[in-house]
């Protein structure tokens, strides 16, 4: 069984592998208001530790076609890229689609959406990030048939309102890679099941994690005020206490731009702070 969901799994794993949940797909999020939304690197590794597999979706709004541009393909490409290779370790070659969560129609898919997924494609083809990733997208059949025809995506998840522009039509043709059933529950979570086209096995997941360029390095603080230590990685957790510039850590894991970080060596993690005034300890 393939799921998808919104929802933090890792109190879950146990319960949807004995449900027969094969793979999870969890979201990346260039903004969003949920964060339980967002897979984390420690969700990540449960979920592959328990025989699980992960297939990953990137949506930043994507409701309505205000999303959607050239300019806001660029920063939905550099966001996701870099927080699959520096926040979750996902390996090369592996699929990150896209959403298109709205009832898109065909002015709006070729001034809007044509245009963001050229831009995802020329930043992944660019060689300015150490992975290439295979593009899909999460749609209508209108937006999923004319990506497909365009060359812009190798799989294609159609959402589950079959009444949207060209989905019951696209659906017949057997080109979809996955389709979304109706939202459910699941061991105590809202899920979405997702059908894989019996005429494919691939869709785009990974069953490993690559290490995260950077985690268990130690590290200088650089910012020349001092660094504030936060509860969580954000701005909108507490300050812990401000780290003197020169403090040496080690960085355990990264979350988006921010090092959850050990500072006393006794590989107890002591909070978060911007990675960004951080040099490496060679």
């Known amino acids: 069984m393939i799921i998808d969901t919104n929802r933090r799994t890792t109190s879950h794993l146990s319960c949807l592998q004995a449900k027969g949940v094969k793979t999870i797909i969890r979201y990346y999020a260039r903004s969003t208001s949920q964060p339980e939304k967002q897979l984390i690197r420690r969700e990540a590794e449960a ?25 806001k393909g660029k920063l939905d490409a550099e966001y996701a890229f870099k927080y699959a290779i520096e926040t979750i370790g996902q390996p090369a070659g592996s699929a990150i689609y896209f959403a298109v969560d709205f009832d898109c129609d065909a002015t709006q ?17 660019s060689g300015g990030f150490s992975k290439q ?9 209108l937006v999923l048939d004319g990506l497909l025809s365009k060359g812009l995506i190798e799989f294609a998840w159609l959402s589950q309102s079959t009444g949207h522009h060209g989905s019951r039509t696209f659906k017949v043709t057997n080109k979809w890679t996955l389709f979304q059933e109706l939202p459910s529950t699941l061991c105590g979570i809202g899920v ?23 985690n268990g390095n130690r590290f200088r ?3 020349t005020p001092g660094l504030r230590l936060r509860a969580g990685p954000g701005t909108d957790f507490d300050v812990l206490r401000l780290l003197p510039p020169g403090t040496e850590l080690v960085v355990v894991s990264r979350i988006g731009d921010w090092a959850i970080v050990d500072i006393d060596g006794n590989g107890m993690t002591d909070g978060a702070v911007h990675s960004g005034f951080l040099a490496l300890i060679n």
């Open 109 to 125: 898919f070729a001034n809007n959406v044509v245009p963001h997924l050229e831009a995802i494609n020329d930043i992944n083809s």
């Open 221 to 223: 603080t650089t910012a």
């Open 133 to 141: 990733f295979v593009i899909g997208a999460y749609g209508n059949g």
């Open 192 to 214: 979405d099941v997702d059908d894989l086209n019996p005429l494919t096995n691939q869709f785009g997941k990974f069953e490993t994690l690559d290490d995260i360029p950077g």
């Open 47 to 71: 979920i592959v530790s328990s025989g699980i597999s992960i297939a990953v979706v990137h949506q930043a709004g994507g409701a309505n076609v205000g999303s959607f541009s050239g300019t």
